[in-house]
């Protein structure tokens, strides 16, 4: 799954307007999104109420609203439960993967043994393991965190072995003759040279870890974004069936969001950002 | 993912002796311990069931990897069709790629219930969900892959009247294509994967229906056995299109 990382540096417009210039950098760029949201509600609205697309296929924003706002205590519930799952299993999912990558980067011959089981392990169907791991743990929110947990530690492992065999020998013989012991090396010199790479990881992460709480919500629990889907598959309301996607779509662009800004933070000499 | 995998004979030997020891220790631990198969069934207790079952889970991976096929034959021509008309129409991008990235900013597998609503739990919504989880990939990397077409060498093959078509043809798509294939190859895996939670939320056959029976039932040896071939599937799936990799990039 490494290569879906190519999707991850979609929005690279220019900023180069000089009317706006004269504002501040974070509120031009909320006033963009604002506006294309606005921009995107209209459409939507518009689009359903003349082209005549019937509700039953996509019903109109402000239905959708409504009805979010007739229950938001469900949906506020749903968002917070499917947030807390997805968290966890990234937060470990991450630790784990970092981890895992060092010492598959020290030890060569563990690699070699474990890579490849990595690699089949993630040919097996998330919804069949996820039925599997509620099994063992239960039908708890720690059952959610591990199908997430799951989804997001092998692209982590991947990229931050990548990461750490791209970091140049000299620079490594260099901090040796200074004598630089093997922590330091990690901490000054590896890691950070590893950090881009794992951070595309992380992103694509973040999204799949979301799935991996949605689907393990479908074994049968009572709060979550992913029992809201259901439900409303099972009951055919639509228009909750779109206030749930609106709910994921949310908890999954501002993770991202969350993620992308920690890149800018941390990783402020890469070019790629 | 292939970067990192070795590739020497030591390293195939020490995958190898890490799969052995890795079933080594799953039968040991099922057998030693006597673990109920509901927490973790014997290895030879999988096989067993895989062999004796292998009509049914023959018929169901057939299901499975029909509706895989066809939605990732779909997806793939969507995703490079909408990538193609891109490059050669650029005013389209500000319009496509908004909306495809609103689209994905849910995750696929939250459209499976939409998707059943609209299309039935016949094949169809399988093919759908795969062929969207699909071309979503395929079009991020054939995009990425078509826009890294050096500049100079289209206005080269311009100043040799070369119209269009023939420069996407003959240069951007070449160019394009090692981005593109490593965008399908990724995909193969997904779209079985897929498959089988479409299947799961509803269907008629296939390995997710038989998976979610044998959950039912708790019928666990049989869970596993759907699995192992879910993983055979979608391995060979991956190999296959891998393997056409190689042979259409034979300058690499």
Redesign the interface.
Known sequence: ????S??LS??KRGTGDPRWSVLPDWLRKAARLLL?LVI?ALVWEGAVRFLGIKPY?LPRLSAILAAIAATPRAYLDGFLRTLAETLIGFAAGGAFGVLIGIAFFRLR?L???????F??S????????G??VV??FGNTLLAKAVIAFYLTFFPVT?NT??GLETVDPKLVALMKSFGASNRQLLLRLQLPTALPHIFVALRLAS?LS??GA??GE?FGDTTG?GVL??Q??FT?N?VA??G??LA??LL??GFYAVIAAAERRLVFWSAQQ | ?S????SSS??VQ??V???V??VLCWEALARGLHLPS??LPAVSEILACVWSKRALLGEAAAYTLFEALVGYGLGCLIGIGFAVSISMLPPLRAVI??VA??V????????S??I???FGIGVASKMVMVAMAVS??VF??TL?GLDRVDRRAVDLMRSFGAGRLSILWRLRLPTASP?LL??M??ST??S??IA??TE??GAYGG??WV?YQA?MQID?VQ?WS??FV??AA??SF?GLIGFLERKILFWR
């Open positions: 799954m490494s290569a879906g190519t999707a979609v929005d294309g995107a296929y011959a690699r070699e043994m474990i890579f490849p089981i690699v089949v993630q040919t097996i169907p998330v919804i069949a393991f039925a599997l099994l063992w991947v072995l990548l999204s979301l799935v949605i689907v479908w974004i889907l259901l409303a598959m055919e639509v069936l779109w749930a996607l994921a779509a999954g662009t | 993912m970067a990192a995998l070795p030591l390293a020490r995958g002796l890490g799969a020891l890795l509901y927490v790629l908004p990235t609103a994905n900013s849910v995750p696929v597998v939250g459209y219930p939409l059943l609503l609209w979503f990939t991020l990397s990425a981005l490593a965008g190859r990724v895996v997904r079985v994967i089988i939670i799961m939320l390995l997710g998976i959950v666990f869970v759907a699995i879910a993983s979608s391995l991956f």
